[in-house]
């Protein structure tokens, strides 16, 4: 059983395009959160989301939303794609904050 | 915000060796400092993690130091092999509500045979 899965692992579309990434845990973990890695490899926190609160990074433009059905899953919209956005995005989940987080295996997103 | 330095950006060491990463941060709240490596293609994978009430934790052929006073902890790999080959991350989190990982900019770890 894979413990964090997202879905599509590949996603090429065109600007200006709305597009959505899945995200599901099977952990029972309390809490999961959304990151990018560019293609220098660096990785940022974009949002970090439980039951109780969503912190949203200051500099993820608003284009980009969380969206949580249930506890076990964390999607992420993104509206009017843009060249910028091209980037790996792995998703996670801990069961304390920040604690032990274990990643999705990523979707790399290509905008073109 | 907190702010994590993560140095050498590069590093090659011969196989067998031991390989040292540092990594130092601003938020004196911070208190948890995991250890990530990731493969290329893969996810970052936790490979070690350390809590502020431990100055030291080892496993295996990996450990963790830290120093919470200078704000600095780092990664020791002793008798490198081929598989440690991988981009390295430290990251830190001063816990708490929803917070997540401030990570570093990485480092790509290469074994020369």
Known sequence: DTAVSQTPKYLVTQMGNDKSIKCEQNLGHDTMYWYKQDSKKFLKIMFSYNNKELIINETVPNRFSPKSPDKAHLNLHINSLELGDSAVYFCASSQEAGIEAFFGQGTRLTVV | ?113
Do not use: M
């Not at chain 2, 208190?31 to 070690?48: C, T, V």
């Not at chain 2, 001063?94 to 990570?103: E, N, S, V, W, Y």
């Open chain 2, 1 to 113: 915000g907190e702010n994590v330095e993560q140095h050498p950006s590069t590093l090659s060491v011969q196989e067998g060796d031991s390989a040292v990463i540092k990594c130092t941060y601003s938020d004196s709240a911070s208190n948890y400092f995991p250890w990530y490596k990731q493969e290329l293609g893969k996810r970052p994978q936790l490979i070690i993690d350390i809590r502020s009430n431990v100055g030291e934790k080892k496993d295996q052929r990996i450990a963790v130091t830290l120093n919470k006073t200078a704000k600095h902890f780092s990664l020791h790999i002793t008798e490198t092999q081929p598989e440690d080959s991988a981009v390295y991350f430290c990251a830190v989190t001063a816990g708490g509500g929803a917070d997540g990982l401030t990570f570093g900019k990485g480092t790509h770890l290469i074994i020369q045979p």
